[in-house]
């Protein structure tokens, strides 16, 4: 964030003709000062909260570009305080989740349009109120980010410019809604909502950047699927075209009229079928094939044909081959190269903000030394920096690190290079060591301690696991065909009871053997007692309610839970607690720690595809709501309704009834369903059905977006992640007190290049505050 300087009512820096030595000055504003003013415990204390603010800037990747007056500070570091973002995220979650409550409500049991009661509508006026207070927080957010960049530099943000626009369409549709009570079906405003998540993410911003920066290169290998589509549905068109004429000059059929015996009129009606079901038209063959593109309608679209003649197989393979594993796998390569170097390129920019950032403080601090006005170096003094150091917000982890290297330092001053690598410790991995085990003077204890923190007392509570897991699964085989009056359950509570026992002993060895600090801080330790605990908790409430288990253990139905379903609870965790083993195999624990650290790196990923979500579902209940009539109860495959007989595979026959865009949360759950692209053809035939052929484009686009693009970016994420850690295991072998957390900086941390001493300065230079002559 930027702002002139005019606007400055403090200097940055002493005037020039005090600094002139040491090359820095203030370019307007503030007046002349002497030099006795410049030394002055207010002029000390602002260079100390502007040091502050350039390092929580550098922290956060945010830009330095802001005012640096001390108003300007106060309101900077509030507006960046937790109370403020979580007041910000609160309020953005709301606006959001305003779709589920207005009309069409999401508040009933069912979608199913078969089933579905009359939801409750919040009358005119309510969720409008919400909507004007999610506004004015948005009003406010915006007011102080357009004061803290300045207006000069806020012409120059698109970002923000779209911010203010987004308000106004947004306050403007708002005065419309309440103008007529409420009651019209569009609302732009609604699809304008997900803009306010994705303006208050710098990561999100960032990955929509380099999304955009891709589609180019995207861009022509679709073109290319496009072409490959066109040129096939022209071939299936003529191959399946509906005339007599045609089977004289198709090779396949009077090839199979002549040597096989098969009547001329038989061919005849199957290539008719195959007509009819597929390639009546353009639109319908366009979309037989795209479909088979993504193998959901495979082999169904072949089969008519096939059934015919062999031969037409051909076909069908060449245009799967060809489309599905070489060009849609082109693709997911050319996003996976592409993307990363463009992510790649986002993660070296916000290396330089840090760098930036953080020599930005070292230059104010070093106005807090008085040298010689000859002096050809600027220093920066230890105790400036630990001033600084005390109330900036970082990690602890962080802060300790840098504060152990300065006292560990013999000099009272700081170069410019010394500073900026003091700070290196922010692009560490975060390192979490486990306390140490407790030292015990007995002899039997040290034993008991040895044994029970070997690695095999380990593998041993994993054998006893699987033959709780084999035992669940032997007793679960012979009952399931039995009915409930049948069952016997004292074989499984007795095991139950045996194991939970071992598992409640093998807790308390471990503690005894690590010390209650050192077990849990260990995540599959927690994640062991915990479920231990809840075992032993149920265990006794079974106990209480029904009794030991004895012959015959088949008690009446007495509290909250019948006696089978507290031990199908039971069995429940203790196949969830068999997870436990994935710590101790190297390569699932590999895989199980990618996606940890894949999940926590997600949230930029994961806020682009709720704002799509968000939009795409907004627009489908504007154009699809109420298009979706029940015909009744249709589950039989041949049920008939009326005169006519519902075809396999049919939205109706098939009971979709569901999924619909009747409201906002049924409407989630169908664009759900069609990303992952089964039956999806079904969806594109009913609405195309009920509504118009054109719905076809809206699920195509839908198609595209997220099948496509947004889950080949989540597998280029996935892959590099992989990647990364496959190589470090390679280089680095784990410790087993230590465990490494990864962020997506981090990442790509070993390729970035270090800004140069010249690019900073340069970039100093330009600051609208920071002016220097050296």
């Not at 022209?234 to 040597?259: H, Q, W």
């Not at 079901?277 to 993504?294: A, E, H, I, M, Q």
């Not at 069908?316 to 992510?343: C, D, E, K, S």
């Not at 033959?467 to 699964?473: D, H, L, P, R, Y």
């Amino acid at each position: 964030m930027e702002v002139g300087a005019a606007a400055e009512a403090e200097p940055l820096l002493p005037p020039r003709t005090w600094r002139a030595g040491r090359g820095l000055w203030r370019a307007g504003g503030g007046g002349a000062r002497s030099a006795t003013e410049d030394g002055t415990g207010a002029d000390n204390d602002l260079y100390i909260n502007q040091a502050i603010v350039f390092i929580e800037d550098a922290i956060q990747y945010r830009s330095i570009n802001h005012r640096v007056d001390s108003k300007s500070l106060w309101l900077y570091r509030w507006y960046y305080s937790r109370t403020c973002q979580w007041i910000l995220s609160l309020t953005i979650t709301i606006i959001l989740a305003l779709a589920f409550l207005e009309k069409p409500s999401s508040l009933t049991i069912t979608s199913d349009v078969r089933y579905r009661l009359p939801a409750w509508n919040p009358p005119c006026g309510l969720t409008e109120s919400i909507e004007l207070l999610c506004f004015l927080v948005f009003m406010v957010d915006v007011s102080v980010k357009s004061y803290l960049i300045g207006w000069e530099e806020f012409w120059k943000n698109k970002w923000l410019v779209a911010y203010i626009l987004t308000l106004i369409v947004s306050l403007t549709d708002w005065i419309v809604s309440l103008s007529f009570f409420c009651t019209e079906n569009v609302r732009i405003r609604r699809i304008l909502r997900p803009f306010f998540l994705l303006q208050n993410s710098s990561m999100m911003k960032k990955t929509l950047k380099s999304i955009n920066s891709t589609l180019p290169e995207m861009a022509s290998v679709v073109l290319l699927l496009a072409v490959h589509l066109s040129l096939f549905t022209m071939f299936a068109m003529l191959l399946f075209a509906r005339t007599k004429l045609f089977a004289k000059f198709s090779f396949f059929c009077v090839f199979l009229s002549s040597t096989s015996g098969i009547p001329g009129h038989a061919l005849d009606g199957q290539q008719d079928k195959e007509w009819v079901g597929y390639f009546r038209n353009l639109p319908d063959s366009l979309t037989s094939l795209l479909v088979l593109l993504t193998t959901a309608n495979n082999p169904d679209v072949m089969i008519p044909a096939y059934s015919m003649n062999r031969a037409y197989s051909i076909f069908f393979i060449l245009f799967t081959v060809l489309g599905n594993l070489f060009l849609m796998n082109l693709l997911t390569a050319i996003i996976y190269n592409q993307f990363r170097g463009y992510l790649l390129k986002s993660v070296q920019s916000s290396l330089f903000r840090r760098r930036l950032g953080i020599r930005a403080a070292f230059e104010v601090l070093s106005s807090l030394r008085e040298a010689p006005a000859n002096a050809q170096q600027s220093y920066v003094s230890t105790g400036a920096l630990l001033r600084v150091l005390q109330k900036v917000e970082m990690d602890s982890r962080c802060k300790q690190a840098i504060m152990r290297s300065l006292k560990m330092c013999s000099c009272d001053q700081l170069s410019a290079a010394q500073f900026q690598k003091l700070f290196e410790e922010l692009d560490k991995d975060a390192i979490k060591q486990h306390p140490p085990s407790p030292e015990y003077q007995s002899r039997f204890m040290q034993k008991m301690q040895f044994a029970c923190g070997h690695p095999y007392f380990g593998y041993l509570g994993n054998v006893v696991a699987l033959a709780n897991i084999v035992s669940i699964c032997v007793v679960l085989v012979m009952d399931a065909d039995k009915q409930p009056s049948e069952r016997d359950d004292f074989f499984l509570g007795a095991i139950n009871c045996f194991f939970i026992l071992y598992y409640l002993l093998e807790m308390l060895l471990k503690i005894l053997a690590m010390g209650l600090k050192r077990y849990l801080s260990y995540p599959s330790n927690r994640f062991d007692g915990l479920l231990t605990v809840i075992l032993l908790v149920l265990e006794i409430a079974t106990f209480a309610v029904y009794g030991f288990p004895h012959r015959g253990w088949r008690p009446e139905f007495m509290g909250l839970l019948s006696l089978w379903d507290m031990v199908r609870l039971v069995n429940m965790f203790i196949v969830f607690r068999f997870l436990r083993i994935i710590p101790n195999m190297k390569f699932m624990a590999l895989v199980v720690t990618t996606l940890l650290d894949l999940v926590k790196n997600l949230r930029a990923f994961a806020g682009i595809l709720l704002v799509v979500f968000y939009a795409f579902a907004i627009t489908g209940i504007m154009l699809f709501k109420g298009v979706v009539v029940p015909l009744g109860n249709t589950s039989a495959v041949n049920t008939t309704y009326g005169n006519g007989t519902l075809q396999c595979g049919t939205y109706e026959q098939l009971e979709y009834w569901p999924n619909n865009f009747d409201d906002f949360a049924a409407a989630v759950v169908t664009l759900w369903d069609v990303m992952v692209v089964n039956n999806w053809q079904v969806f594109l035939e009913a609405f195309s059905r009920y509504s118009s052929p054109w719905a076809k484009i809206y699920f195509v686009t839908w198609w595209l977006i997220s099948s496509v693009i947004w889950v080949n970016l989540f597998v280029a994420l996935l892959l590099e992640n992989f990647i990364h850690k496959w190589d470090r295991r390679c280089h680095r072998e784990p410790l087993s007190d230590i465990e490494y957390q990864r962020t997506v900086e981090l990442m790509f941390r070993d390729v970035l290049e270090e800004p140069t001493e010249e690019e900073l300065m340069e970039k100093l230079h330009q600051h609208p505050h920071l002016q220097l002559c050296r």
